[in-house]
């Protein structure tokens, strides 16, 4: 009857690798799902972000720029002025053609 100590302890043994193993592949499965979810989050992303940047093309348009300053009243300068903050002065700019 001494081997009945060793048959236990093999048996024991195995057990606890058995469900190691078992607690080790649910925890791969779980981070499994998770990279999954992971993924589906950054595709999505990536989508609005290619959505985002050609909505952003397509304003930054010289046509669409114009349309839009003319729908808010601005019009073309005519000459370019320059404020210098610590003292407000203002600095004009030479237009081309020497005017």
Known sequence: MPRT??????????AVGIVGL????????????TLQDLHNGQTTL???EERLTDEIAELSAPGNLA????????VEATDITYLRLPDGKELKMPTPGGN
């Open 5 to 14: 100590p060793f048959v236990l302890s093999v048996i024991a043994l195995i």
């Open 46 to 48: 990536d989508s609005t």
């Open 67 to 74: 349309a839009a300053a003319e729908r808010l009243g601005l």
């Open 22 to 33: 078992l607690v080790l592949n649910t925890a791969i499965n779980e981070n499994a799902y």
